[in-house]
């Protein structure tokens, strides 16, 4: 905003204008199932063009700069394409000069005209970012009645650091899992914080926790829900803890180390959101920086990124979901979706020995002409990233029993493919085999082509067929774009029964084009999982 030499100035802070963020933090960004598509964009539309225009001092609002409170009568009359008044979470943006920017066309936002458009903004990829891409379109907040204040007395009164249960955020839920619970102890070295989930299907990457400065952050994911315990410890601790959980009874230790060798009169005091329980979807995106150690070349265009957390943190990436990087780009945060990786196929092929692993990788392709990846690839080593909690819809328990898994991936389609691979051929007995088919342009393309032969060669379960759409003349293997010829001669069962699983992940027409292929050679709903890349 301050490019542009225009700025709501005091009126914002007195707002509290959203945190500018693209995605939105709530954002799941990659959905099963296709996804919706996006709308060819006219010449001087793309994002960097919206950019430009949105740092370039036009008044976008209508107001010359003012913020005002909206009523529901004044928000209803703003309802045509040149003059689109929107709600989201709250806050009101004139959308008219965006309509021709926007991915999903004009049609999908005029859904939200004059109303709320949360729900929808919700519904459809909410990767349009409201917050940091309509900043400089905000007309004000929607004009609510005062709420009654509490008695001040008793918004105060603190037990033993902590406000007691009937001030905490209300956590209970007829549809969610049962309420988690806390408690801590010392010895005069250590104290110990026990989360009890009261579930049995907890583990180590269930729960991320982040320690910066006095502030004490554990989040435990229990199904679609999160619980935070958020509390700004009494005393200082060491960087380093340890993290186990006991996974029969769902019992999470945490276990800090004391700076000094005193005993503690109370944890500490509650922080925004603390002991609550809340649907994951409902919680916004929290980031830690993260330090480049290493970047390599995989292919002509492709590298393999390594990033270390820091050592006050432990997050683990569950198998098929995915994180946000973020980058400040042309005075604006940018954030894109990437799945993690291995740093390699095959080596170190067993679970690894130390579960609280620092380093998270990453297969990005660069684009040249693109917003983002040039400037991610131009970071330095030592250099800090923002990366985000994960988020994704892949359970781990649909591989579970499974006996045939199919992969269709195309380019860094590729990723998402990777840890669920190797997963399944470790830790899944009923596994008869794993067959990968990988479209590529050309062979120069192929990402860890050595290595997908290699463990193909070694574990005869294992099977990779490549695909090229731009084959040189030399090519002898298959060629073209996913096709009914190829899928029903590559989806071949190991028993008319067998249980089976495919995943696809590409751009998306070539997932939404896979899955209709699937439905029409009779796969189940059930039986397909697509990664929207």
């Known amino acids: 905003m301050s490019d542009s030499g225009q700025s709501p100035g005091q009126g914002s802070r007195m ?319 940018i954030v894109k979706p990437y799945t993690p990786v291995f740093d390699s196929l095959l080596s170190e092929f067993k679970e690894p020995v130390l579960p609280n692993n620092k380093y998270i990788y990453f297969l990005i392709k660069i684009y040249p002409a693109g917003l983002f990846t040039p400037e991610l690839d131009h970071l330095q080593i030592g250099d800090f990233v923002p990366v985000s909690n994960p988020e994704g819809n892949f359970k781990i328990s649909k591989l579970q029993e499974v006996e045939d898994l199919f992969l269709l991936a195309a380019g860094t389609g590729f990723t998402p493919m990777v840890k669920i691979l190797k997963y399944a051929l470790i830790n899944v007995p009923s596994l008869r085999k794993v067959k990968l088919m990988f479209f590529n342009k050309t062979e120069d393309d192929i990402i860890w082509r050595s290595q997908l032969e290699k463990l193909a060669f070694e574990d005869e379960r294992f099977d990779v067929e490549y695909v090229l759409s731009a084959p040189t003349s030399e090519w002898k293997g298959k060629q073209g774009h996913i096709s009914p010829a190829l899928l029903s001669e590559f989806l071949n069962r190991s028993s008319e029964k067998s249980k089976v699983l495919l995943c696809i992940c590409g751009p998306t027409p070539f997932t939404e084009q896979g899955i209709k292929l699937l439905h029409d050679l009779n796969f189940s709903k059930d039986e397909i999982h697509s990664f929207t890349a």
Not at 55 to 69: A, M, N, P, Q, W
Not at 224 to 252: A, P, R, T
Not at 277 to 284: A, F, M
Not at 286 to 307: A, G, M, N, P, W
């Open 15 to 333: 707002l509290n204008v959203p945190s500018q963020s693209f995605p939105a933090p709530s954002s799941q960004q990659r959905v099963a199932s296709g996804g919706r598509s996006k709308v060819p964009l006219k010449q001087g539309r793309s994002l960097m063009d919206w950019i430009r225009l949105s740092k370039s001092g036009k008044d976008l609002t209508g107001l010359k700069g003012r913020l005002i409170d909206v009523t529901e009568e004044e928000l209803k009359k703003h309802n045509k394409k040149e003059d689109c008044w929107i709600c989201i979470r709250g806050f009101v943006y004139n959308v008219s000069s965006y309509m021709e920017f926007h991915p999903g066309g004009e049609d999908e936002l005029m859904r939200a005209a004059g109303s709320d458009g949360t729900d929808l903004f919700d519904q459809v990829h909410r990767w349009v970012n409201y917050e940091s891409m309509l900043k400089e379109c905000l007309v004000g907040r929607m004009a609510v009645k005062p709420a009654i204040p509490k008695d001040y007395r008793e918004e105060k009164r603190v037990l033993n650091g902590l406000l007691p249960k009937s001030q905490m955020t209300d956590i209970s839920t007829k549809e969610g899992p049962s309420s988690p619970s806390y408690d801590w102890f010392q010895t005069d070295s250590l104290v110990t914080i026990v989360i009890y989930t009261k579930q049995k299907d907890i583990h180590l990457d269930s729960i991320i926790i982040d320690h910066q400065n006095d502030s004490f952050r554990a989040e435990t994911i229990i199904k679609d829900y999160s619980y935070l315990i958020h509390i700004g410890l009494s005393h200082e601790v060491q960087e380093d803890f340890s993290v186990q959980v006991v996974e029969n009874v769902g019992k999470i230790e945490i276990v800090l180390k004391k700076t000094e060798n005193i005993s503690w009169k109370c944890l500490g005091h509650p922080l925004e959101k603390h002991n609550s329980l809340i649907p994951k979807k409902d919680t916004g995106l929290y980031y830690r920086k993260c330090q480049l150690i290493s970047k390599e070349d995989v292919t002509h265009d492709t590298k393999l990124f390594c990033l270390m957390l820091p050592p006050s943190t432990h997050l683990q990436v569950p198998i098929g979901q995915h994180v946000y990087l973020k980058l400040t780009i042309t005075g604006t945060e």
